[in-house]
């Protein structure tokens, strides 16, 4: 991976859904852990939601059966379906993708939201929700 470059984001009202992409560069993207963060101004960027290499996934405790996270690796692809949108979801979305110095379970075991285990980021993508 080189670059990742996200899409899909875009103003909502609550409750509506939208599904953010994330292309990604290069020949071993499928050896990535690949992950989606999200900020808002004076705040700490916040891991949202990852997808290991063998699909196993994580979630942050606020999104977890709202949002969808998955991966098409022949399309360099990562995706994140959002469904009932809350006010609270507002901020910009980025793409990061990782090579973990550890196993899975290293993995979800909390270090996939640590901003320092990324090696690239995409440029972010602005969702809004109004109420």
């Known amino acids: 991976v080189d670059w990742l470059v996200e899409s899909g984001g875009g103003s909502v009202q609550s409750g509506g859904s939208l599904r953010l992409s994330c292309v990604a560069s290069g020949n071993d993207y499928n050896r990535y852990s690949m992950s989606w963060f999200r900020e808002v101004p004076e705040a700490e960027r916040e891991g949202v939601a990852t997808?290991?290499?063998?699909?196993?996934?994580s979630y942050l405790d606020s999104v977890k059966g709202r949002f969808t996270v998955s991966r098409d690796n022949a399309k360099n692809t990562l995706y994140l379906q959002m469904e009932n949108l809350r006010t609270e979801d507002t901020a910009m979305y980025y793409c990061a993708a990782a090579r973990p110095r550890g196993g899975v379970a290293w993995w979800h075991g909390g270090n996939w939201r640590r901003p320092t285990n990324y090696n690239h980021w995409g440029q972010g993508t602005q969702v809004t929700v109004s109420s």
């Open positions: 997808i290991e290499t063998d699909g196993s996934t």
